[in-house]
């Protein structure tokens, strides 16, 4: 396949990322590879991908097909008022304290699990969350590759 194909078909894997599907052209196992260019990019790097990552709980309109596909699955497009206000809340806080939207690989949650680990999670250090939040994209990322024909 052809790098601008490869990117094209590979480039959303890392969410408003082609940068790692472009990097990692050529490799044989693609998640690991892929993986590999993520945790070596510079801090600002990484730091860029996880602000790529949209708001849980917020418009669905305005995701990407797979994070629209992500949240609805989780059952995101069916918050309560009530919920809806405390994931604004909570997005607004996280996003305050640690300068990047919360990240978790909503497969097989639903939105009372991911209302949990929002409020444990709003508690870590920068650097837990930091790690934390790079985990869970390849998590995603993973299961976006398994996901494509």
């Keep these: 396949m052809h790098k601008d194909e490869f990117v094209q078909k590979y480039g959303s894997?890392?969410?408003h990322s082609p940068w790692v599907a472009e990097t990692a052209y050529g490799s044989e196992d693609l998640t690991s590879a892929m993986r590999a260019v993520v945790e070596a990019a510079s801090r600002d790097k990484q730091l860029a991908l996880l602000r790529a990552h949209p708001d849980l709980g917020e418009k669905l309109d305005t995701l990407t097909p797979d994070?629209?596909?992500e949240q609805q699955g989780a059952g995101l497009n069916l918050c309560s008022p009530e919920e809806f206000r405390e994931f604004h809340e909570l997005n607004r806080?996280?996003?305050e304290k640690f300068g990047f939207p919360f990240i978790v690989a909503v497969k097989g949650l639903n939105r009372q699990d991911i209302l949990q680990r929002f409020r444990e999670r709003i508690h870590n250090s920068s650097e837990a969350e930091f790690r934390t939040a790079l985990d869970q994209v390849h998590r995603i990322a993973g299961f976006r590759l398994a996901d494509l024909p």
Excluded: F, N, V
Aim: proline share 0%.
């Design 13 to 15: 894997i890392y969410e």
């Design 67 to 69: 994070s629209t596909s």
């Design 93 to 95: 806080a996280y996003k």
